[in-house]
C-alpha cells in the first residue's frame, strides 16, 4: 500500500511534463489548479509506480490478473476529430471515479508522477494524457479502483465495487 503521507514532494518547475499546462496551443492552466498538481520527486514517483504495477497491473493486459473483479474499457481513438467526445470521456470517467476532491495519483512511468485532486484531472485529463505517447496509471490510497491510460488509446479501468 501507499500513503501521500510518506511520499517527498518536488517543485512544480521541476515538475518534467509542467509544459503541458503553461504554455501548449495557447493553453495556460490558471495558477489556482496549478496549485493543486503536486509532482513527486524521483524515488516517490518510482514507489507510486512500482506500487501501481505490481498490484494493480498484474500481467499484460490491464486489470485482467488484478485485485479487480469488475473492468471496463473505453475507445478514445480518434476523440480530438469526433466533436462532444472531450465531454464524452470527462462523464465516463466522472461515472466511475471518486468523489471529485479524492487525491489521485497519475504515474506516467518510474520517475514522473503527481498527487492531483479527482476533479483536476477531469477538468484537465487531456493534457495530462497525450494520446499515442503516454501510457498512465492512476489511483488513489484505497486501491479500490484504477484507470490506466494506453498509449494504443484506450482507457481501461478496474474496480473491486
Same mark, same amino acid.
Request: glycine share 4%; proline share 6%; charged share 25%.
Given at each position: 500500500?501507499?500513503?501521500?503521507?510518506?511520499?517527498?514532494?518536488?517543485?512544480?518547475?521541476?515538475?518534467?511534463l509542467r509544459?503541458?499546462?503553461?504554455?501548449?496551443?495557447d493553453?495556460?492552466?490558471?495558477?489556482?489548479? +496549478?496549485?493543486?498538481?503536486? !509532482?513527486l520527486?524521483?524515488?516517490?514517483?518510482?514507489?507510486?509506480? #512500482?506500487?501501481g504495477?505490481? =498490484? &494493480?497491473?498484474?500481467?499484460?493486459?490491464?486489470?485482467?490478473?488484478?485485485?479487480?473483479?469488475?473492468?471496463?474499457?473505453?475507445?478514445?481513438?480518434?476523440w480530438?476529430?469526433?466533436?462532444?467526445?472531450e465531454?464524452?470521456?470527462?462523464?465516463? +470517467?466522472?461515472q466511475?471515479g !471518486?468523489?471529485?476532491k479524492?487525491?489521485?495519483?497519475?504515474s506516467w #512511468?518510474?520517475?514522473?508522477? =503527481? &498527487?492531483?485532486?479527482?476533479?483536476?484531472?477531469?477538468?484537465?485529463?487531456?493534457h495530462?494524457?497525450?494520446?499515442?505517447?503516454?501510457?498512465?496509471?492512476?489511483?488513489?490510497?484505497?486501491?479500490?479502483w484504477?484507470?490506466?491510460?494506453?498509449?494504443?488509446?484506450?482507457i481501461f479501468?478496474?474496480s473491486?465495487?
Open positions: 500500500m501507499i500513503s501521500s503521507r510518506h511520499l517527498e514532494f518536488i517543485q512544480f518547475d521541476e515538475f518534467p509544459w503541458r499546462f503553461i504554455g501548449v496551443k493553453f495556460k492552466m490558471p495558477d489556482h489548479h +496549478l496549485e493543486q498538481i503536486r !509532482p520527486e524521483v524515488e516517490s514517483a518510482a514507489r507510486v509506480a #512500482d506500487v504495477h505490481q =498490484v &494493480l497491473l498484474k500481467g499484460g493486459v490491464p486489470f485482467e490478473q488484478s485485485l479487480f473483479p469488475r473492468s471496463e474499457t473505453l475507445d478514445i481513438r480518434d480530438r476529430l469526433i466533436p462532444g467526445s465531454k464524452r470521456v470527462k462523464k465516463w +470517467l466522472f466511475r !471518486p468523489a471529485f479524492t487525491p489521485v495519483y497519475l #512511468d518510474e520517475s514522473v508522477a =503527481v &498527487l492531483v485532486s479527482w476533479k483536476i484531472f477531469i477538468r484537465y485529463w487531456s495530462f494524457y497525450y494520446s499515442t505517447s503516454d501510457d498512465l496509471l492512476i489511483f488513489d490510497d484505497s486501491m479500490s484504477a484507470f490506466y491510460f494506453s498509449a494504443r488509446e484506450e479501468f478496474g473491486s465495487r
